[in-house]
């Protein structure tokens, strides 16, 4: 599973990692203390079948970072994490974790903060056995089959909703509050973080504009166009875009990215395009690509990007925690872009 970070991106993937914690350790919530809800158990349906979960778990471990955040969303503190490998902060982790441990009282470095470990070489079931969890969260995640059938001789395991890190972030937060018997709680996430796109939207007016998100890659002269089913295109779209034509006649119905002919760059017309590039990159060495920059919305400068991997994994595995920070850090280009589009 080791992999570049140009791999990365390209794939489509995000590092699935898992984090452990000591043998003491006890997930809580937001005041410490342990929850007191109905015990009674509950079904969660995913990838690989349905898990039963008895009682409300009290050690939640998760694999895939992703599902850190969705987990710290609940206010509930994992017994670990996994360590964000490719675009982590100093903490090999995200801002937007950082924060909410510190909201939590379990900043890193401090009693209550969770345990990491890195799974670069692939899920580290050891550890994981060694943390103790009563539940392994994994609904965001690409782990086979096999995978899942060994996480689950350990705890029960919310296998992924959908597969090769395509679930949507709303069903990974449904599936935690059921975990959690906090559904109401869940319904209330999801809701306040669509508002927050929403306005964001309204208040820049990106409504009626349309977009790709893609990968163009100058390195191997390709270019990738990510469909409805990627978590960029879902971003742009709670912000009110529009998917471009020529990826709507496009796309293929069963996967959620497919390659592009830089031939054809010239028929890649939308108000604003979309890519991640390498952080020693800049815009104009797309524009002066000379394929690349027949791209109508780069030739017009409508070109939007992500040269910080940090920002990158805020839209390309979006959370209820990572996508208010994209708003504040983030939508602010796209609305320079959109700006630049009107004239």
Known sequence: MKTTARKLVSSLTILATVAFASACGTTH???????SRSTSSVEIKH????????????????????????????????????????????????????????????????EKAPKQYSET??????????????????????????????????????????????????????????????????????????AQLKKAGEDNHFEGHSYIAGNLDIAANKINIFSKGDTRSRFFESLGFNESEVVKKNAPK????????????????????????????????????????????VKNGNLVVTN???TTLSISASSALSLPWAIEHFVPEIAKAVANHRG
């Open 308 to 310: 910080n991997d940090h």
């Open 47 to 110: 990838q690989y079948g349905t898990t039963k979960i008895d009682k409300v778990p009290e050690r939640i471990a998760t694999v895939s970072w992703i599902n850190t955040d969705t987990v710290l969303a609940f206010d509930v503190i994992p017994v670990g994490v996994p360590a964000v490998e490719w675009g982590g902060n100093a903490n090999k982790s995200t801002d937007w974790i950082d924060a909410k441990l510190q909201d939590l009282g379990a900043g890193w470095g401090s």
């Open 121 to 194: 070489d692939g899920v580290n079931f050891e550890s994981l056995a060694q943390s103790k969890p009563d539940l392994i969260v994994a609904a965001y995640s690409g782990i086979s089959k096999e995978e899942y059938t060994k996480l689950s001789q350990i705890a029960p395991v919310i296998g992924p909703i959908e597969p090769n890190y395509t679930t949507k972030w709303q069903d990974v937060t449904l599936a935690v509050g059921k975990a959690l018997r906090q559904d109401e709680k869940a319904k209330s996430i999801i809701s306040d973080v669509e």
């Open 29 to 35: 919530n937001a005041s410490g203390e342990k929850d």
């Open 254 to 297: 069963d996967k959620f990215y497919f390659d592009w002919s830089p031939e054809r760059s010239d028929e890649l017309k939308s108000d604003v395009f979309y890519s991640w590039i390498p952080a020693d990159s800049k815009p104009s060495d797309i524009s002066a690509h000379p394929l690349f920059g027949q791209i109508p919305a």
